[in-house]
């Protein structure tokens, strides 16, 4: 028998809002030591075979729950729930739950959970990282630890890359949670305070991994200011909502696309900004700097560190910049300030490329995610920068925002009492993870082995020779009757190969950042007989595309990668779109040497 699991719930124990208190200088050996517990996976949890006595007894379980009728198995239901309710979850209780779960899953969905979900779902719910391949179904197996920590009282977060998956997967999983008697949320970024709480109250919660960090902060920030105050405690008095607290603290928390979110966005500080007019840059000022920065001349005037995205001046640079700004007054008198602002206007100019780093539409300036290649129109750049490039771009100038409070997503998500995740991709972050989280990564293998074929690299010297072979590529793929995706790692280099594709004729749909509203309907038709789509890494995160029969025949869906991306971790998620489940399919590399 193998050590019960614990568990952290709202109460007098822990406080309404639990979450785990990080020590501001904890001790390098004790914290050595916990990770070393902490990463270590129970013997039972090794592997697929090491957990087989635990699938024969929830099959045995299983079967005796069928042979109940309704009212019996309702009754199951609630005597488990009553016994998940202690600190412990013992070994017993979870088997019957897993049962259940089952159970539920094929009425619910006409689906069945297979023995690797079984498996993946009791890692996670150990508090391990789980890598299972695209296509096994981590979105269902999600819902095995989600149901039992839900049962057992636990606020569970259920947290996704990006809003789309928010949405489609609190969806799909709905009839099986409401099986079970429990509550579904999602929290996204355009609604009120009202809905977020509500949201948040929810047995399981759906969010996105900055909204869910971003509503952490706001509610720090009541804490801290609106604990003792007067209008704090009228509002206590007359039990109204407004300005308490939104979500119900940080007890357990289910990633995925754990690697995107706790690896790639991991150092990334996460800025709750207000509104203000100090230390402002102007219009007038930003233009004065982008006009001086566009008079000097790279490695004379100044020099560039692309890979911390950072403009130094010269000497040469300081003389041309102090000459320049002689005759004008206020802060432009100031040596630091100026030299400040035209590095800004330097990295705006040189560092920072539209349909690459940002889009502009709607006459504003959005960041693109480079993990996700989807938009963000939450994130700004800071002290000045994105004013930049609004003024470059001749965009509409925002308000200027001083940040109120900062955090990253390692700092936050290592506040969780119990943090789990999943991907398709966490092999290469094994180590990272485990220095940084505490858990150890476990493989599920594929319910049936890989189909998928990887073609040999093909390599242009030039990006129009790279657009000939793809073009020439896709005609011969179309006529034999399959599906193309064709990956790029830039909204710029998608509109240039839709450009092509558009020239000679060929019919295909456009997925990335500047039209990612239909991504659905995009993806949902990417498997249909000679269907080509464009797309960036959004293609390569969370979706399901699924090939018609006639193109399985034919050979199953072909991946065509444009772009090498800075992880390898991301190129292999857009193959991953191919051949899952074990059907057939191939992917192939044609780079550009220019790239």
Known sequence: ????????????????????????????????????????????????????????????????????????????????????????????????????????????????????????????????????????????????????????????????????????????????????????????????????????????????????????????????????????????????????????????????????????????????????????????????????????????????????????LTDAGLQVVRKRTAQLSGSWQFERYRQERVCQALAALTLYERDVDYLVQQDRVELIDQATGRPTPQRRLQHGLHRLLEVKERCSVSDESSPVASLSYQRFFARYHRLCGMSGTLREGSSELRRVYGPGVVTVDPVKPSRRRQLPLLMAGSQSIQLELLLEQVKVLRSQGRAVLVGTRTVKLSDEVSAMLSVHSIEHEVLNARQDSDEAQVVAAAGRVGQVTVATNMAGRGTDIKPDTAVLKAGGLHVVNLEINDSRRVDRQLYGRAARQGQPGSCQDILCLSD
């Open 1 to 312: 028998m193998t050590a019960a699991i614990s568990v952290a719930r709202p109460g007098i124990r822990l406080g309404e809002r639990p979450e785990r208190v990080l020590p501001r200088d904890p001790d390098r050996l004790d914290v050595f030591f916990q990770r070393l517990l902490k990463h270590r996976v129970d013997p039972q949890l090794r592997s697929l075979r090491s957990f087989g006595k635990r699938l024969r007894a929830i099959s045995l379980a299983e079967e005796q729950l069928m042979q109940l009728d309704l009212v019996a198995r309702n009754c199951s239901v609630q005597e488990l729930r009553k016994r998940l309710l202690g600190r412990r979850l013992q070994q017993s209780e979870l088997v019957q739950a897993f049962a259940l779960i089952r159970v539920a899953v094929q009425q619910t969905l006409g689906l069945r959970l297979h023995d690797e979900q079984l498996y993946a779902g009791w890692c996670l719910l150990a508090g391990q990282f789980v890598e299972m391949n695209t296509g096994e179904g981590k979105t269902l197996t999600a819902s095995l630890p989600a149901i039992v920590m839900a049962m057992a009282g636990v606020p569970v977060h259920v947290i996704s890359a990006n809003e789309y998956l928010v949405a489609r997967d609190s969806e799909e999983l709905a009839p099986v949670y409401r099986w079970f008697g429990l509550s579904v949320g999602l929290v996204l970024a355009d609604q009120d305070e009202a809905l977020k709480r509500q949201g948040y109250a929810c047995d399981i919660t759906y969010c996105t991994h900055q909204q869910v960090v971003f509503d952490y902060l706001r509610d720090s920030q009541v804490l801290k200011y609106g604990r003792h105050s007067l209008a704090s405690n009228l509002r206590d008095l007359l039990d109204e909502q407004s300005g308490k607290p939104v979500q119900r603290g940080l007890c357990f928390a289910i990633v995925d696309e754990a690697d995107s979110v706790l690896i790639d966005d991991a150092r990334t500080p996460l800025i709750l900004s207000e509104s203000s007019t100090s230390e402002a840059l102007s219009m007038g000022e930003a233009a004065v700097a982008l006009a001086i920065a566009r008079s000097l001349k790279e490695n004379h005037h100044y020099l560039l560190r692309r890979e911390i995205r950072q403009a130094r």
